[in-house]
């Protein structure tokens, strides 16, 4: 059994807010991967499937994001999980928008959903950052983080989400940089696929069989068109 806990705040005046990513990666999976629906246990909403091999707790907790570590400990103590088995997905100022970094203890970085959960859990459980990017400056982070994502942002937001959607298999199953290669799929897609669309206006080439075609309809010997061809 793992912990799959996104962070946020509850009720519909915080549902678009960008403190509330971590909500939105985990409905995200449990949309993508058939998880069941969510019910109330652990002052949070939770939801119960599976990733891979993977048995899976997604967790939302609805203590407010101050106090995260309370519902969050109380699910791993319940199932009598360390800290290891716990994944937290949450907003992170650090990283640029779109940006995602998976990262095994270390310390909360002035983050108060973190900052509880190191309080009920200790610092040994795998973060899952999703970059927001920072305001530029201090003062304004709180207003920030409580204001939803504007309107320009909901194109990449949607390809994160379906990237970790995508990916969540493999980040349960401890294959990191195939999760985040899932997510750069959805960010970046490769340049192949789309360097082979033709633009408005081009002219298709010329199949194999059109081009046999027109050899069989031009009387010229090879030697003729070849001669032809550079006058």
């Given amino acids: 059994m793992l912990i799959f806990a ?10 678009q807010n960008r403190h509330n990513i ?3 990666a985990v409905d995200r999976i449990a ?13 949070g909403q939770c939801a119960e499937g599976r990733l ?3 048995k899976v707790l997604l967790l939302k907790p609805e203590t407010f994001m101050n106090l995260s570590g309370q519902s969050v400990g109380e699910a791993m103590r319940f199932y009598k999980l360390d800290p290891a088995d716990v994944t937290v997905f949450h907003d992170e100022l650090d990283l640029a928008p779109g940006k995602v970094r998976v990262k095994q203890g270390g310390g909360h970085a002035g983050h108060n959903g973190l900052r509880s959960i190191h309080q009920h859990l200790g610092p040994e459980y795998r973060r899952v950052r999703l970059g927001i990017g920072h305001p530029g400056v201090k003062e304004l982070v ?4 409580l204001h939803d994502f ?4 909901q194109d990449w937001l949607d390809d994160l989400l379906r990237g970790i959607g995508d990916g969540a298999t493999h980040l349960a199953e401890g294959a990191t940089d195939k999760f985040l290669n899932a997510v750069a799929q959805r960010m970046a897609p490769s340049r192949a696929s789309t360097a082979q669309k033709p633009k408005p206006g081009d002219k298709p080439a010329p199949t194999a069989e059109a081009e046999g075609a027109e050899t069989a309809q031009d009387p010229r010997s090879p030697l003729q068109r070849l001669v032809d061809k550079f006058r």
């Avoid at 504007?150 to 942002?153: E, G, Q, T």
């Fill in 6 to 15: 996104g962070l946020g705040n509850p009720g519909p005046k915080y549902a």
């Fill in 22 to 24: 971590g909500y939105m």
């Fill in 31 to 43: 949309s993508d991967h058939g998880f069941g629906p969510w019910k109330s246990r652990f002052q």
């Fill in 52 to 54: 891979g091999r993977e």
């Fill in 142 to 145: 709180a207003q920030y983080v």
């Fill in 150 to 153: 504007a309107r320009a942002d």
